[in-house]
């Protein structure tokens, strides 16, 4: 309890929280969108893909407290931070400009985030705690391929790019690694690490609206 205790009594502490525990949701969602980009391969190769991960029994289980474990330390320490922020600063500066290092992408990772936890809490009844007897693939077309929903997580996913965009860039900040030479390849691979992701989930979804043989 010691040193959890003493990272969040400083803000430099709850900050290398927030960059440790978005790291490893980063590794999480990449390869989450490496097992989704098996869809591409056909409905055959996504739904044995899924069956071999169901096969893995209780790693799964440990697996899915670990990712939840993650997720809560994410968020909670996101308000405790947000809230703080608000604290330091009662009076809102009248002029909206990015003086004082706070970047439009900073101003909207809070929402962002928000946008995020709405998405993954309709996204695990969507998938998650749902009838696991049902074909992976079909599961996907028969949701996504209601447009309300397949808008609805096309917006969460463009969310979720801004949001990695920034968090990414904001987590080398956060572990001290600021280096002139180095500071624009880090904000390039950020973005391209952020559109990438965004662009591959994106598919699932457009695909299943606009084209008649994908996972069928
Ligand atoms: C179009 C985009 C996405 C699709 C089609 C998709 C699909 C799926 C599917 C099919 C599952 C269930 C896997 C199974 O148990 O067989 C799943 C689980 C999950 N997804 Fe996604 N996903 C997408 C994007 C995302 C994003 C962006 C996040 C996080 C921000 C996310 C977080 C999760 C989580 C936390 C689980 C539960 C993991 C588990 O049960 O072990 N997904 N997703």
């Known amino acids: ?13 709850k900050k290398s929280i927030m960059a440790a525990s978005g790291l490893l949701l980063s590794l999480f969602l990449l390869t989450h969108m490496l ?11 996504f739904n044995t893909y899924a069956e071999r991960l169901h096969s893995l ?22 308000i405790i931070l947000y809230l703080e922020n608000l604290q330091a600063r009662p009076a809102r500066y009248s002029v909206n400009t990015s003086e004082g290092g706070r970047s439009w992408g ?13 998405f993954i809490i309709v996204h695990l009844m969507n998938f998650h705690f749902t009838d696991k007897s049902v074909p992976v693939a079909d599961l996907v077309r ?3 391929s209601s447009p309300s929903l397949a808008f609805f997580y096309i917006f969460s996913l463009v969310a979720l790019a801004l949001h990695l965009s920034h968090g990414f860039w904001s987590l080398f900040q956060s572990i001290g690694f600021n280096h002139e030479k180095y500071n624009p390849l880090l904000m390039k ?3 391209v690490f952020s559109i990438l992701m965004g662009t591959v989930f994106i598919l699932i979804p457009v695909l299943t609206l606009v084209s008649r043989s994908f996972l069928l």
């Open 106 to 118: 900073s101003r909207t990772m809070p929402y962002t985030g928000v946008i995020i936890l709405i």
């Open 1 to 13: 309890m010691g040193l959890i205790g003493s990272l969040y009594r400083s803000s430099v502490g």
């Open 142 to 144: 028969e949701l996504l």
């Open 189 to 191: 691979g950020a973005l």
């Open 57 to 78: 029994g209780v790693l799964v289980y440990i697996f899915e407290i670990g990712l939840l474990t993650l997720f809560l330390i994410h968020i909670i320490t996101g």
């Open 35 to 45: 097992g989704n980009s098996v869809s591409f391969l056909g409905r055959n190769a």
